[in-house]
T-cell receptor, first 113, second 109 residues
């Protein structure tokens, strides 16, 4: 079955620690995205990538970093510079530049200890 | 700035019809998408309007008027499983997609 997987489902971060969220897709989609969702809020774009080895900042990129070394993978690192990282993180992908139709992974919930 | 506005909550009765509106303030949006998200779950794509007018997919329909910067999602024959949050989203010429804050749909039996 094709789809997007994210791991882990829950992640706990200690103060000053960097953590990496995994996102893998086997849909052969070109574009991938990372969103942050806070309770009762919409989705805010962190980073996106339309091709391998290239990515662009979204609206709230500060304190986050990404890489796109393979078409299937788009990991997100939440660095210690992100002072309020507790949120639900969603990864998505889309075919080509068709951003209007995005397929989402199940999400990772990040909590700070 | 660019933004999409939706009502925060809507309540309707099972079996009825409900309309969720979305207005946007931006230049260069070239279409409107709708997504459904159940509590604790991931958003799932419902529909996309590239052109003005009504698109129908089963019990769900979506409408867009680019001249009015307005769209809506219409849900018919409401079922309890339709209780969820619904997001409109627009992509602009800079290739960035922006989501509204979502409308939480409550369905009463």
């Amino acid at each position: 079955d094709g789809g997007i997987t994210q791991s882990p489902k829950y992640l706990f971060r200690k103060e000053g620690q960097n953590v990496t969220l995994s996102c893998e897709q086997n849909l052969n989609h070109d574009a991938m995205y990372w969103y942050r969702q806070d309770p009762g809020q919409g989705l805010r774009l962190i980073y996106y990538s339309q091709i391998v080895n290239d990515f662009q900042k979204g609206d709230i990129a500060e304190g986050y970093s990404v890489s796109r070394e393979k078409k299937e993978s788009f990991p997100l690192t939440v660095t210690s510079a992100q002072k309020n990282p507790t949120a639900f993180y969603l990864c998505a992908s889309s075919m080509g530049r068709n951003q209007e139709t995005q397929y989402f992974g199940p999400g990772t919930r990040l909590l700070v200890l | 700035g660019q933004s999409l506005e939706q009502p925060s909550e809507v309540t309707a009765v099972e079996g009825a019809i409900v309309q969720i509106n979305c207005t946007y303030q931006t230049s260069g949006f070239y279409g409107l998408s709708w997504y459904q998200q159940h509590d604790g779950g991931a958003p799932t794509f419902l529909s996309y309007n590239a052109l003005d007018g009504l698109e129908e997919t089963g019990r769900f329909s979506s409408f867009l008027s680019r001249s009015d910067s307005y769209g809506y999602l219409l849900l018919q024959e409401l079922q309890m499983k339709d209780s969820a949050s619904y997001f409109c989203a627009g992509a602009n010429r800079d290739d960035k997609i922006i989501f509204g804050k979502g409308t939480r749909l409550h369905i009463l039996p």
